[in-house]
């Protein structure tokens, strides 16, 4: 157990449905971050916040919209998606943005199938 | 080609083998992590380190940054570490963002 939740586990979607992911943490961490894993690539970083400051978005396609409302607690809301958006979403956070001394603590992620 | 480069892809071994997973890279950076990911997605931070030599337990991981190069290494396998372990680096510049390697997926059977 990371201390990193994400809901739900598992989400099948079509390409017309809107939905959000949840991700939620009481480490007491000020940096989280939306990573998308694809079948055989390397992780890729979606979006990085900063005490609920977005300071990174990895060029990603508008029907990802991220929440971060407080430090505790980040969303993902979904429209109109592609087939090829079906990953592994995992959620991760570190006391700050990434240092020298900073390990990333990850959630189970949610497996996201959008037919 | 990736900027991280894992290898083998795939491991299988024997309970009790003597495990190590190799890393490369290709960029300047200022630290390597290596993660742990099982079956069902969760992954865990096993190391973090910049220079020299770390050790947990049956883990241990070794960087030169001179050769660009960082190995894992399990002693005496046991089936429960059957996983995908993951390279990662943060750059010299822009230490926000990690860059992964695609994965080793050791399987080790009883």
């Known amino acids: 157990e990371t201390g990193v939740t994400q809901t739900p586990r598992h989400l099948v979607m079509g390409m017309t449905n809107k939905k959000s992911l949840k991700c939620e943490q009481h480490?007491?961490?000020?940096?989280m971050y939306w990573y998308k894993q694809s079948a055989k690539k390397p992780l890729e970083l979606m979006f990085v916040?900063?005490?609920?400051?977005?300071?990174e978005n990895n060029s990603v396609p508008s029907r990802f919209s991220p929440e971060c409302p407080n430090s505790s607690h980040l969303f993902l809301h979904l429209h109109t998606l592609q087939p090829e958006d079906s990953a592994l979403y995992l959620c991760?956070?570190?006391?700050?943005?990434?240092?020298?001394?900073?390990?990333?603590?990850f959630g189970s992620g949610t497996q996201l199938s959008v037919l | 080609k990736n900027e991280v480069e894992q290898s083998p892809q795939n491991l299988t071994a024997q309970e009790g083998e003597f495990i190590t997973i190799n890393c490369s890279y290709s960029?300047?950076?200022?630290?390597l992590h290596w993660l742990q990911q099982h079956p069902g997605g969760g992954i865990v931070s096993l190391f973090m380190?910049?220079?020299g030599k770390k050790k947990h337990g049956r883990l241990i991981a070794t960087i030169n940054i001179q050769e660009k190069h960082s190995s894992l290494h399990i002693t005496a396998s046991h089936p429960r570490d059957s996983a995908v372990y993951i390279c990662?680096?943060?750059?010299?510049?822009?230490?926000?963002?990690?860059?992964f390697g695609t994965g080793t997926r050791l399987q080790v059977f009883p």
């Open positions: 991760a956070s570190s006391p700050a943005t990434l240092t020298l001394y900073e390990k990333l603590f």
């Open positions: 480490l007491g961490h000020n940096a």
């Open positions: 916040y900063n005490f609920k400051e977005q300071t």
């Open positions: 960029v300047g950076i200022s630290a």
């Open positions: 380190l910049s220079s």
């Open positions: 990662a680096v943060n750059r010299s510049y822009n230490t926000d963002k990690l860059i």
